[in-house]
């Protein structure tokens, strides 16, 4: 069974510019979730996906994040402008919607640097 | 919302020594999960255990829900075992997964 996708694995931009991050989960995950690590810390949740429909963004900041997942699959995350606080490790999981374990697998992440 | 304390939060072994790292968790969580972040960045899943103990070759997990903390063993440690041990966990049905700080494992040869 294929992991969690994610393109690029790396990144450099200079703030103010504007970036995109893809993900394409395990096949049959309905739940898609987008997390930010910054550096020392542990992965904290942007948003969260069912199929289309969006769960949680109570932690994405609306005013240069966004994020789709148009036909319940592949999903992209865009930051527009970058900051340099946005320097993180961008990590992308799905997982089942119903039955057995509702455990997430993680993709190998995108590790942006903002200059 | 939900606090998440591992301890310790740094832990430097000698190849073959034993550990115990330790995951508190503020409320009540389902979705338990422990990870192992790799030193590219991977974060591997080692257990989905919400309750109960599981093993999995050198490492064995127990969580005891009712006072909400978590214990991961690793036994007779590799240096491959280095890297950042995360817990995490979920409140809701949703599985929005509050993380640890971490602890970071070198195992020295």
């Known amino acids: 069974e294929a992991g969690v996708a994610q393109s690029p694995r790396y990144k450099i931009i200079e703030k103010r510019q504007s970036v995109a991050f893809w993900c394409n989960p395990i096949?049959?995950?309905?739940?898609l979730y987008w997390y930010q690590q910054i550096l020392g810390q542990g992965p904290k949740l942007l948003i969260q996906?069912?199929?289309?429909?969006?769960?949680?963004d109570s932690q994405l900041p609306k005013d240069r994040f966004s994020a789709e997942r148009l036909k319940g699959v592949d999903s992209t995350l865009k930051i527009q402008p970058a900051k340099l606080e946005d320097s993180a490790v961008y990590l992308c999981?799905?997982?089942?919607?119903?039955?057995?374990?509702?455990?997430?697998?993680f993709g190998p992440g995108t590790r942006l640097l903002v200059l | 919302g939900i606090q998440v304390e591992q301890s310790p939060p740094d832990l430097i072994l000698q190849e073959g020594a034993n550990s115990t790292l330790r995951c508190n968790f503020s409320?009540?969580?389902?979705?338990l999960q422990w990870f192992h972040q790799n030193p590219w960045g991977q974060l591997i899943n080692l257990f989905y255990?919400?309750?109960g103990t599981k093993q999995n070759g050198r490492l064995s997990a127990t969580t005891v829900a009712t006072e909400r903390y978590s214990l991961l063993y690793i036994s007779s440690s590799q240096t491959t075992d280095s890297g950042v041990y995360f817990c995490a966990g979920s409140y809701n049905q949703g599985g929005k997964l509050i993380f640890g700080q971490g602890t970071e494992l070198s195992v020295k040869p």
């Open positions: 096949s049959g995950h309905a739940t």
């Open positions: 409320d009540s969580v389902n979705n």
């Open positions: 255990i919400p309750s």
């Open positions: 996906f069912q199929n289309n429909g969006v769960v949680d």
């Open positions: 999981a799905s997982r089942p919607w119903t039955g057995g374990a509702k455990t997430q697998y």
